[in-house]
């Protein structure tokens, strides 16, 4: 089937109001003949229907077309977006207008995802004090030096506390994935419940310790039915506390 692109414009409605734009908006429309033309013979017109020809199916509009998108190289840590050196997808609108002009990211060329590589394998290669901590790297560090891990074991079976333990719990009750060789543990075996710490190693740059508590282990409704007794008794001594005040 033959196509043609043709280009029409859709003129908006005119107002007297103030604001509005009077000019038309032009948008491009591809369309194709529902019905092949023959093909003539040389150097003859085609013979088109008189109706037959003149229906057409609707190929591609771009005015109601998806918008499309690109992909930056951020060059700083944009919020709700992503941290310095990730490559992102983006609205072209967003990237143009606002990415790339006030230097927040770069296009996602060769050229510049070979530069990113180099500097991280110069980060990682380097000598640890001229190696650098990235954005991400600096939250991690931040919530781990305000942070106790809890981890949780169980009383009925015989167990050994390890690094490949630590890792699980630290996904599980902080939300971070640690891999074991960044962990570091005292090296007495640890097989009673009590008071010990850990060391992480972010990015191997800095290096966090931060207490860690060994408890029994408690299934999570246990936890919480717990906790709810708690706070029945912190609530019921609050009025005993006042009456005493006010007598």
């Known amino acids: 089937m033959w196509s043609l692109g043709l280009r029409c414009s859709r003129p908006r409605v005119e107002s007297g109001l103030r604001g509005l734009k009077l000019s038309a908006a032009r948008a ?5 003949r529902w019905w ?4 003539p ?9 008189p109706r037959r020809h003149r229906v057409y199916r609707l190929v591609e509009d771009t005015k109601t077309a998806p918008p499309e998108k690109m992909q930056v190289l951020l060059t700083q840590t944009v919020p709700k977006l992503g941290d310095r050196g990730e490559v992102v997808e983006v609205k072209k609108s967003l990237g143009r207008n606002r990415l790339l002009p006030r230097g927040l990211a770069v296009y996602a060329s060769p050229q510049n ?3 990113l590589q180099r500097d991280q394998r110069l980060r990682e290669e380097g000598k640890p004090e001229e ?7 600096e939250r991690t560090v931040e919530l781990l030096r305000g942070s106790v891990l809890t981890v949780r074991m169980k009383n009925n079976v015989k167990w050994e506390l390890s690094k490949e333990v630590v890792c699980r719990h630290f996904l ?3 939300r971070l994935s640690v891999p074991p060789e960044a962990v570091r543990i005292p090296d007495e075996p640890i ?3 009590g008071e010990h710490w850990c060391e992480v190693t972010v990015n191997g740059v800095d290096t966090v310790r931060l207490p860690m508590s060994v408890v029994q282990f408690e299934r999570l409704k246990t936890r919480r039915y717990k906790q709810w007794l708690s706070h029945q008794e912190s609530a019921g001594a609050q009025p005993e506390r006042d009456g005493e005040e006010e007598s």
């Open 172 to 174: 599980k009750e902080l």
């Open 41 to 49: 013979k040389e150097g003859k017109p085609a013979r088109l229907h």
């Open 113 to 115: 995802l070979a530069a």
């Open 131 to 137: 190696r650098t901590q990235t954005p991400s790297g």
């Open 191 to 193: 097989t009673r419940w």
């Open 28 to 32: 491009t429309v591809v369309v194709e």
């Open 36 to 39: 092949q033309v023959p093909l």
